[in-house]
């Protein structure tokens, strides 16, 4: 178990660059499966949930070495065994193993599938696409003799179905079509990835068009990581920093800012992205599927409104996702929960000790302690560098006076 010790306070400022996508790079790595030949995947970042991800494709065979931030991927040679429990139980990507098992092996394992234990998790939706795709669910694995191309719709729109359906139909035989998928930038990501290895998929206003083909390997930069420019954006802001945030589309933040500067923030973009001032107003926030407000940030909004004049934040995603705000009120962060919401209050910091919740939940209680003048410790930590690359190395350029403690 880690423990990160900071001494708060302080106003950070600086360049810090993010590192590529943690839910773009996922997908890809267990989209290599489907591909013959050497993948080259450059900018993936070097964190808990890739290593995990990478170790589990290389328990089918893949060959992957690491040079810099460029990932290799050899899957010539690749043979189905159900993967490690362990692991698979380690991150929430691994449900991308039952559709690119599945198109490399006709056999998938239905295994306990990790990740963030802040909501209930289904797999429903990822069946459904199995069983469009011509798979048998038979108790805990799923069998096909040859997907077939397929209609499908999703009832709900889910990341994670989304990812798999297009990695069923990319070398089913025939077409398929997706109707109501995901469309958060890591699928377009995942997209250019299978077209680099020769898939043909076609993205139309509302419909994703694939003719099924035989992938050979791929080549593809990972989009920069908006939660991870939207968490040290926020640093900058509630610690009344000057933090420039290199290496992201700003429009890829459209969404987490926009409410933000509605209720007065100030952003500048000129070079990189720079939120220079908290809201003057009360801030209200609704996570929503792609493009809304992402709900990967709402739990990193929270510092900002309690830093500022306080508002509500509404998740339509993961609908109970405020477990985490316990962890910030040793902090003094004042809050009212409900099933769906919860309204922040206007608060007070002060240092204290916390247990990080969940992935973002630790980063939200991070950005806290980092605000609050004195010494603050979170236990728990090992799950935040899950999905931040070099953390602690990040906020000591910034100024941080930081610690982790394994
Ligand atoms: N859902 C179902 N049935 C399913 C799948 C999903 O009802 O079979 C529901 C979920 O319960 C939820 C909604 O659909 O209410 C959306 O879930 P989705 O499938 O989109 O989420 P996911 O694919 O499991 C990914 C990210 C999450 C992120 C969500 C939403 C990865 C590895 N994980 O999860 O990221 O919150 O999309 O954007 O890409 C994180 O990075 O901290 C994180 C949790």
């Known amino acids: 178990m880690a423990t990160i010790t900071v001494k708060g306070g302080e106003a950070l400022g600086g360049r810090v660059m993010v590192s590529g996508s943690k839910n773009a790079a996922l997908p890809i790595i267990f989209a290599s499966l489907l591909t013959k030949g050497e993948s080259v995947i450059r900018r993936v970042p070097d964190i808990g949930d890739v290593r995990v991800a990478t170790s589990i494709i290389e328990s089918l065979g893949a060959r992957c070495e690491r040079s810099g931030d460029t990932l290799l991927i050899n899957t010539e040679r690749l043979t189905f065994r159900?993967?490690?429990?362990?692991?698979?139980?380690?991150i929430r990507a691994s449900t991308y193993l039952l559709g690119a098992s599945l198109a490399r092996?006709?056999?998938?394992?239905?295994?306990?599938?990790?990740?963030?234990?802040?909501?209930?998790?289904?797999?429903?939706?990822?069946?459904?696409?199995?069983r469009a795709f011509?798979?048998?669910?038979?108790?805990?694995?799923?069998?096909?003799?040859g997907l077939r191309g397929a209609s499908i719709r999703f009832p709900k729109v889910s990341v994670g179905a989304t990812v798999n359906a297009i990695l069923l139909a990319a070398t089913a035989s025939g077409k398929s079509r997706i109707e109501n998928f995901a469309r958060e930038p890591h699928i377009f990501n995942l997209i250019d990835y299978l077209r680099s290895a020769g898939a043909d998929i076609q993205v139309l206003e509302n419909v994703i068009i694939i003719h099924g083909r035989e992938l050979h390997g791929g080549n593809v930069a990972?989009?920069?990581?908006?939660?991870?420019?939207?968490?040290?954006?926020a640093l900058s802001a509630i610690t009344g920093g000057n933090?420039?945030?290199?290496?992201?589309?700003?429009?890829?933040?459209?969404?987490?800012?926009?409410?933000?500067?509605?209720?007065?923030?100030?952003?500048?973009?000129d070079d990189g992205i720079t939120l220079r001032a908290l809201p003057k107003e009360q801030t209200s926030i609704v996570a929503e599927p792609y493009p809304g407000f992402p709900t990967d940030l709402q739990p990193i909004?929270?510092?900002?409104?309690?830093?500022?004049?306080?508002?509500?934040?509404?998740?339509?995603?993961?609908?109970?996702?405020?477990?985490?705000?316990?962890?910030?009120?040793?902090?003094?962060?004042?809050?009212?929960a409900y099933p769906t919401g919860a309204e922040i209050?206007?608060?007070?910091?002060?240092?204290?000790?916390?247990?990080?919740?969940?992935?973002?939940?630790?980063?939200a209680a991070l950005l806290i302690a980092l605000a609050a003048v004195g010494e603050s410790r979170i236990r728990s930590s090992e799950i935040i560098a899950r999905g931040y690359e070099n953390i602690e190395k990040k906020l000591r350029t910034l100024g941080a006076e930081i610690r982790i403690d394994n």
């Open 134 to 145: 011509g798979a048998d669910v038979r108790g805990d694995s799923i069998f096909s003799h």
């Open 222 to 233: 990972i989009d920069g990581d908006p939660i991870e420019a939207g968490t040290y954006a």
């Open 301 to 336: 909004a929270a510092p900002i409104l309690a830093c500022a004049r306080g508002g509500t934040i509404e998740d339509r995603v993961w609908q109970g996702r405020f477990g985490y705000l316990a962890a910030l009120a040793p902090f003094g962060v004042r809050y009212r």
């Open 105 to 130: 092996f006709g056999i998938a394992a239905i295994q306990s599938f990790g990740g963030c234990d802040f909501c209930k998790r289904p797999i429903d939706l990822h069946l459904l696409a199995c």
């Open 243 to 269: 933090i420039t945030v290199l290496g992201i589309d700003p429009a890829s933040l459209e969404s987490y800012l926009a409410p933000l500067l509605e209720a007065g923030a100030q952003l500048d973009t």
């Open 82 to 90: 159900r993967p490690d429990d362990n692991l698979v139980s380690q």
């Open 345 to 363: 209050f206007p608060s007070e910091l002060r240092a204290a000790d916390t247990i990080a919740p969940d992935l973002r939940g630790g980063a």
